[in-house]
């Protein structure tokens, strides 16, 4: 495998690869082989908990005019950190991520023999094109049927276009990607009123997952404001899992936060992809149903540092804009009804309010990732309530 290939004599001289260059490539090559790839965990929590069921009841028995009627009992949510905890040996992820390194490297050795030019590009970085030139897909307006497809030649990202690689690199750029639906007159509430609940929404999550402050691990200010004060079990939890983190109180859960001292973001773009839509609720007002996926390349922070990882996270919101004249609530804020989390390449059980990337150059540690590896990138895949806790794995990152 280290054995350089030979250069056809039709080939030019600016296909031809320098010694130098070669050997780092076969060094990099082999030692991705050798070392296992990250552990790519998801995480999940919801946030439908009885308390929350007590509080509608309660907020809509004293509605002005009229009696509210009690709401049917809602299966009691979740309430936990991340999840696909541990479930199986380390032994078993790395021989499933070896397996897929190998692919990897076996056709980097095939392109460069076919390639010289190209597979020098991927060894330095210069794609010769000075940026991301891909096409970008147009907006979201239902689920996917499928996964997007694999590249025959995946690329590694760089600093310079840290989505090569990715279908993230078709992603729209930061809150260009969570576009609005057309509002319309719904559930008591009129079309300015539903327009206004979308725009707060959208509000919520530009705060909770691309702000650059709440990024860097600073306090959501403008997301939490949001939230209707009277849910008191709903601030009151956030407010802890921001101040003092834990397994059963982690903000993750509702915030993407990086610790600044262990990585930085590449740049100043995440891509963005995902829907909203909303629906009369069952009782009072709106329910605005948000599903997006964050793409976030990251560097250790290290001065110096080359390698670009990235952290996926896709997060579900649920929030009701109730109708005022049947449930007591307070204007111009959201009632949130559920919210749920799957996060790719973030160490497991690591609670201290951050997520943690992995790198190809570290060593793995804490609980092994196991099981049948999931594209973070498949929008078409539901998240179940049911789905099982644990470290799991990725296809790709």
């Not at 990235?310 to 111009?332: E, F, N």
């Amino acid at each position: 495998m280290s054995e350089k290939p030979p250069i056809s004599k039709e080939s030019s001289g600016d296909d031809s690869l320098p010694d130098e260059i070669w050997e780092q490539f076969v060094r990099d090559t082999e030692q991705d082989i050798r070392k296992s790839a990250p552990k790519e965990p998801s995480a999940r929590a919801r946030m439908v908990t009885e308390r929350l069921r007590k509080e509608q009841e309660a907020a809509q028995g004293g509605a002005r005019g009229r009696k509210g009627k009690k709401r049917p009992a809602e299966p009691e949510g979740w309430r936990t950190g991340p999840a696909w905890r541990e479930m199986d040996g380390r032994a078993g992820r790395r021989r499933r991520m070896w397996g897929v390194l190998g692919v990897l490297a076996a056709a980097g050795v095939l392109l460069v023999a076919l390639n010289p030019s190209r597979a020098l590009s991927l060894v330095t970085g210069d794609s010769g094109s000075g940026g991301e030139a891909t096409a970008q897909l147009p907006p979201e307006t239902a689920a996917p049927t499928a996964a997007p497809s694999f590249a025959d030649d995946p690329d590694r990202p760089t600093l310079k276009e840290p989505f090569r690689g990715s279908p993230a690199a078709q992603y729209a750029d930061g809150a260009a990607g969570i576009e609005l639906p057309e509002a319309t007159a719904l559930g008591g509430l009129s079309k300015e009123q539903v327009a206004a609940a979308l725009a707060r929404t959208r509000d919520v999550l530009i705060d909770a997952d691309l702000n650059p402050g709440t990024l860097r691990g600073g306090r959501p200010e403008a997301a939490l404001a949001l939230i209707d004060p009277l849910q008191h079990d709903v601030l009151g939890d956030l407010t802890t899992a921001l101040a003092k983190p834990d397994k059963e109180h982690d903000p993750l859960n509702f915030f993407s936060r990086f610790d600044p001292n262990k990585v930085r973001l590449v740049g100043d773009v995440i891509k963005t992809r995902g829907r909203m839509t909303f629906s009369k609720d069952a009782r009072s007002g709106v329910v605005v149903h948000a599903d997006y996926t964050f793409v976030y390349p990251v560097v250790k922070a290290a001065p110096g540092s080359q390698e670009v990882a990235r952290t996926i996270v896709r997060r579900i919101l649920d929030v009701q804009a109730p109708d005022p004249s049947v449930m007591r609530s307070t204007a111009g804020k959201l009632w949130i009804t559920n919210y749920d989390v799957d996060i790719a390449n973030s160490q497991c059980a690591v609670y201290d309010g951050y997520l943690h990337p992995e790198f190809a150059d570290e060593t793995p540690s804490g609980p092994s990732p196991s099981g049948s590896a999931l594209d973070p990138y498949d929008r078409s895949r539901d998240l179940k309530r049911d789905r099982p806790e644990g470290c799991g794995l990725v296809s790709r990152t």
